[in-house]
């Protein structure tokens, strides 16, 4: 289904900003080859302009690459040195839209993310989770959205040779968006 338009119950044009309070970015990758490990960064900033078209969206977004939490210190301190994220040098990871579209019936987001300085196109297939008022009159809404990166085109190469045969880490990395946003007022 391709739309020049289209209509989402609740939708208000304007300024959204991210409440980071209410938002996570999470990140899994293979271990072993045999399980997952799993990880968050903090929202720095969100900001999403919304005119009267949804699919006119614009979104730019930044995350605290030293905020890494896997919940084990020895690994954080691994991730963000030079073998992966570099944080000393690249203290933030950056989203820019390029556009918004409908495809199969799925809201699907265009953009160039930024890792380690390194730019490269990506897409998110994005939920609205839904819209309302919260006890101070503030107007929210809420979203979903994936994607899966190969973190060695973002020069997340760093790996070892296990005795068995695989790798250490695997090249896919699954990215999720839990958002929380405000419309800003006046």
């Known amino acids: ?13 304007g300024t959204w900003v ?12 293979r271990h072993m080859m045999i399980s997952k ?4 960064f903090g929202v720095k900033s969100a900001t999403l302009v919304a ?5 006119e969206v614009t979104i730019e977004a930044s995350v605290d ?20 994220f570099d944080v000393e040098n690249h203290p933030t ?28 196109p990506v897409t998110f297939d994005l939920d609205f989770n839904g819209f309302g008022v919260d006890p101070w009159g503030n107007y929210k809404a809420g979203a979903s959205a994936k994607t899966v990166i190969n973190r060695e ?9 296990l005795e068995a045969g695989g790798v250490l880490v695997g090249k ?3 990215i999720t968006l839990d958002l929380q946003g405000a419309l800003q007022q006046g």
């Open 172 to 174: 896919d990395v699954t």
């Open 51 to 55: 005119p009267e078209n949804p699919l």
């Open 93 to 120: 990871l950056d989203f820019v839209s390029t556009g918004v579209r409908i495809e199969g019936g799925d809201f699907l987001v265009d953009g160039d993310l930024t890792i380690r300085g390194i730019t490269k």
């Open 65 to 84: 690459a030293t905020s890494l939490d896997t919940k084990d210190e020895g690994r954080d301190t691994h991730l963000r040195s030079a073998d992966f």
């Open 153 to 161: 085109e973002f020069g997340l190469t760093w790996n070892t040779a």
């Open 37 to 40: 490990v799993r990880g968050a």
């Open 18 to 29: 991210l409440d980071p309070s209410h938002s996570e970015v999470t990140f899994s990758v």
């Open 1 to 13: 289904m391709t739309s020049n338009t289209i209509d989402i119950p609740g939708y208000k044009a």
